[in-house]
């Protein structure tokens, strides 16, 4: 007895442990400075965690958990490896998907024990706020795991199209109440029966996958973040379930700071989430009826090589075309030059440039190219006014001055980069298409802008060279 | 513990997050969101303790995937969210850009 309760002890100890590292953890990511060791300290306290667990009194089924474990790790330690740094978000939304099933699952084993014992006349074992609470975090852990794999897969490609149809949120309430109504049949009648069980939890996944297949892939990373801090929540009601302190606080911090994080994400995309998730844009639904006056006027890489090299301050744009071209060393090859000549050298980031926010730094960073000078929408738009050149590659819509004066416009009132204050502005283009939106850009056919046709990489790559025979 | 303690860590822990992110910069938005998924990995724990405790066989095999998603939630968050932290050097530090003109 007094063995167990030692065990107890440490286990409880541990976790205590574990939650402050976790939240000190949290707390230094959330700065440039110190995000290094910040992923240790959380790392450091699910080592700690896991490893107590073991520990736990009366626990059975070692080799399958180890098994389990070896396995589960081991592919996501070799995916996590091999993904390349333009994927990351999909594989975000994959191993969240993977704790959100986690969660449901262990509301599974719960909730069919609790039917199975009312199906064999037993008195039950679990009052009713233990069963709501593993109900409802069993259909959040259950909507987050089908709603994930259904973002992965459209952002991976594997799923391209964008299910519509009439009477579509009819139908996603309609799976989501259904699922609730069977949760509360289960919760009153003690477990009710296995049917019931698997019914909860096939409506809440149906639901998962009815809810994000209608989302564009531009609004995926608002959604993935929403899943984020869905499997928190429901990670914090299975420790309810669990009795585990250590559940509920990881699982809360994420719940309430992932909500916070899909805000502020749903803010620099200039989108509430509730239009994120109800409305039919994010696919390209509508075009802006004003035709744009103009025309574009090409330029040769040569001389935008020379305009850069003798200009005293340059600001680069880059936008998710630059990264799908894998222009980014190129660029970073390209400024290294023009710092050596004395000019200043900055990166604009939208808020929204690459995939999610913070995703461009991310391949920028990659790149090589160091965070301080690279400067976020509020920093830099008063800058531009002084810059001789604004080179924009593979960026569209976030460059789009119609944002700031055509009402009619579906990217009206969405903050911008006020590239078009330089003095010159070259656009690294392929073609003369449209951007994501559909919408034409203004930008394009301005006076000072020169367009320099061609892929990304290459066109960075000709710019190297012109800068080096400027000599 | 009961059920108005748990509360109370409900309701702090709420507080602690939404605090700890509140003042975060828009570079680190994608690292943190992976760091968060990385955090509530630590479903791991209840899903070993779920696994742990399982008798029937439909309650073993549906904590072998319990157990096996959350291992690669927890796993697969930590990897991503390492590997994107690594790369946040400063100038300072990578000696970007030879500054010698």
Redesign the interface.
Known sequence: MSGTLTADTLIQAS?FV?AVL??M???R?????T??S???W??AG?LV??VV??A?P?????P??G???A???????W???R?A?TN??Q??A???G??G???A??A???L??AA?AHAAGQTPQHNS?FMSLAVIGGIIGAISFSGSLIAWAKLQGVLNKTVRFGGQKFVNGLLFLGSLAVGVIVVLHHGADPLHVSLIFGLALLFGVAMTLPIGGADMPVV??LY?AL??LA??F?????????????????????T??TQ??AK?MNRSLANVLFSDFGSGGGASTTEVKGSMKPIEASDVGVMMAFASKVIVVPGYGMAVAQAQHKVWEM??LL????VTVKFA?H?VA?R????M??LL??A???????A??DEINAEFETADVALIIGANDVVNPVARTDKSSPIYGMPILNADKAKNVIVIKRGQGAGFSGIENALFFLDNTRMLYGDGQKAAAELVNAIKAVG | MTGIVALYIFMLAAFTGYEVISRVPVILHTPLMSGSNFVHGIVLVGAMVALGGAHTPLEKTIGFIGVLLAAGNAVGGYVVTERMLEMFKSSGARGGGKRTH
């Open positions: 976790y574990t976790f939240i953890g949290l707390k990511m959330s700065s440039p400075v995000a290094r910040g992923i240790l959380a790392g699910m965690a896991t667990t073991f736990y009366e626990m059975t089924n070692y399958l958990i098994a389990a474990i396995v589960g790790g081991g592919l996501a330690w995916s996590g490896k993904v740094m990351m978000p594989m975000i994959l191993y969240n993977m704790g099933g986690a969660a699952a262990i599974a084993v719960e069919y024990r199975f706020m993935i973040s984020n499997t928190g990670v914090a299975e420790g309810f379930v669990m009795q585990n302190a250590a559940m509920i606080i990881a699982g809360t911090v994420v719940g309430s700071a992932g916070l994080l502020l994400m620099a400024c290294q710092i050596d000549r004395g980031i808020p690459g999610m926010p913070g995703h730094n991310v960073a990659e090589g190219v160091p965070y301080d000078l690279i976020d929408l």
